[in-house]
Every structure is written in C-alpha cells, then in structure tokens.
C-alpha cells in the first residue's frame, strides 16, 4: 500500500481515503495514477525479493523457502530472544517443502 502512495491515513474502512488508494469514491481515486504507481511498485518488488534473498542466505540457504523455524529468532520487549520453532511448538522440518521441492530449489538456484 505504501508503494503505490499509502500515507496511513487511517481512514481505509470510510471510503474516504486521501490519497485515492483505498477508495472507490471517484474524486478520490482521480488522485491514483496507475502509470506511475505500477512503476514504484515494480521497484518495491524488485528490492524486496533481493534483500529476501539477502537474508536467506545469511541464514546459510540458497532460498527463502528453505530457511526453517530454527533459524529464525523473534526479540522480546528486554532483547531475549526465541526461535520461531520454541516459540510457536514447531517440530523439526516444519513448513519445509518436501524433499524433492528442495532439492528442486537448490537446483534452480545454483543453475
């Protein structure tokens, strides 16, 4: 929503949107350009799956799909920290693709 020019207006739910993004009022969305907004989208998406990918591999993997509940941590309000898999119970491997996917997506990645 930011990419396409959300100022978090908070005002959504009204249909009274200043920017136009989140409204069907039609002097409202006058303010939405889709030439230009498609454009900072693509950029955003662009940046976000690389720095994605930057931080999949600082976890050691070649993709973001292979990273695992034990390789992420969550900070508390006094900075501990907990796993994801201690945190939320997940056992070993879960939310992982099947073996074959994996083995898949290291292919492609290294292709």
């Known amino acids: 929503m930011m990419a396409i020019g959300c100022i978090q207006a908070q ?3 009204t249909n009274h949107c200043p920017t136009g993004v989140a409204t069907q009022h039609p002097w409202l969305v006058r303010g939405v350009d ?8 693509a950029n955003y998406i662009v940046t976000l799956r690389k720095d994605v990918l ?6 050691g993997v070649a993709h ?3 990273i695992t509940a034990d390789q992420l941590e969550l900070l508390d309000d006094r900075f501990g920290a ?5 945190l939320f119970g997940y056992g070993r491997g879960f939310g992982l ?3 074959t996917d994996c083995e898949e997506v290291r292919r492609l990645m290294n292709a």
């Open 11 to 13: 005002r959504c739910h």
């Open 34 to 41: 889709p030439t230009s907004k498609a454009a900072r989208l």
């Open 54 to 59: 930057a931080l999949s591999r600082a976890c």
């Open 64 to 66: 973001p799909a292979l």
């Open 82 to 86: 907990k796993t994801i898999a201690e």
């Open 97 to 99: 693709p099947s073996p």
